[in-house]
């Protein structure tokens, strides 16, 4: 409410500013409402309206303004406001540019444009107005509109006008890790290495940061690196210069084992994975953090299951489940194991129905419960669960390979044919 407020008094202090000052009372006696009074009582009515949320009755009174005040910028600026409240863009936007046509060197109005642009997806133009507004301010105010046409830039594949933009930022504010992390993005998603090189040093000359915000710049790569593939090798050059600037620092050198190990996973190396990931969960050391024990055992599980090794991932699937009982990724991985194995299948039931109560709408729980009532015959309600996750996940080969040995053993042998054909295409694809 505060904010709708400051908003309110501004729009009438602008908007009075244009009105010339008269007297209420002449030798004693009220004067009759003038022109000018009117207005100024019809502005705070329909301003108090906006400040209040009710901004299509807020619309109705500016709009009546407009009539006789067509050129005020202020009027068209507290409309595109109101329009925006009721998230009419397109009218918000008429009114903003017509604002900024008329003062076009008032900053909050050119603010209101760039983002309405940005909303409604004209990046140019809302890049044009943030680099021009950008001009304008100073400190902090110019840190965002920096960051924020930046972030344009990267959104747009503009790498290189990214990367200027987020350095300009960076050398006035070199503390800001969001700006850092939004230049390492850009030359990542530009693959260009030889520039993140570049920018990694001037991080470590310039930024200042505790060893804890480095690892978790890392830690951000590496899971980046799970989806997108261009990340695993900027995540290697940032971990080997923490190496370089703390050489000494043990704790981070059993990081540093974890997240190379996943890293290894995540590239296809899974035996050298396995080597790096054993050594560090094999340390006992008392300093290892929660989150750390946590990642590199659920990484060495995720190993020993692609290795075939299953015994070792039941087993270690347990211990993480003893350390995090409410685990829900782990609980349906493990009942996924147990279900592909034949064993413990009522323990492999009571976590995988954990796992979907937790997470009804999730597709992967949904699957493993399913597919653990097929292992323990339970054929029709085994196709039920199949079905609902074939509904939220199409697009997953093996619910479909599920679903077709469901249909088979229900003697739907045609439904068994479809299913595994449209198994067969997603795999090939």
Known sequence: MQSRISRWLFFCAVIFSVCLPRPLFSNGRALPDSLADVSRRELVAASLQSAKGEYQGAIDGYRKLLMTQPNNAALHYALSNAYMGLGIIDSARVHSEKSVQLNPDNKYYGKLLAGISHQMNNYKLAADRYRQLATLEQGEGKARLLYSLGQLYLKTSQYNLAIQTFRELLRENPGALSAWLALFE???????????????????STAQATLDQKIKLVRLFVVRSSKERTYIEPANLMMTAIEKHHPANQRFKLILQALKGELLFQAGNTTEAVRLL???????????????????NSTLALCYDKLGHYDKCIRLYGSILRVEPNNVLMMNNLAYILAGQGKSLPRAKRLAMKAVAREPANASYLDTLGWVLFKMGRYEESRELLEKAGRLNSGE??????????????????????MQERAKMLKSR
């Open 186 to 204: 850009s030359s990542v998603q530009s693959e260009n290495n030889p520039v993140f090189r570049e920018d990694l040093d001037l991080f470590y």
């Open 278 to 296: 054993e050594k560090a969960v094999g340390s006992k050391n008392p300093k290892m953090e929660k989150w750390l024990y946590l990642q590199a």
């Open 397 to 418: 080969a093996e619910i479909l390979e599920h679903l077709s040995a469901v249909y088979e053993k229900l003697g739907n042998s045609p439904k068994a044919v479809e």
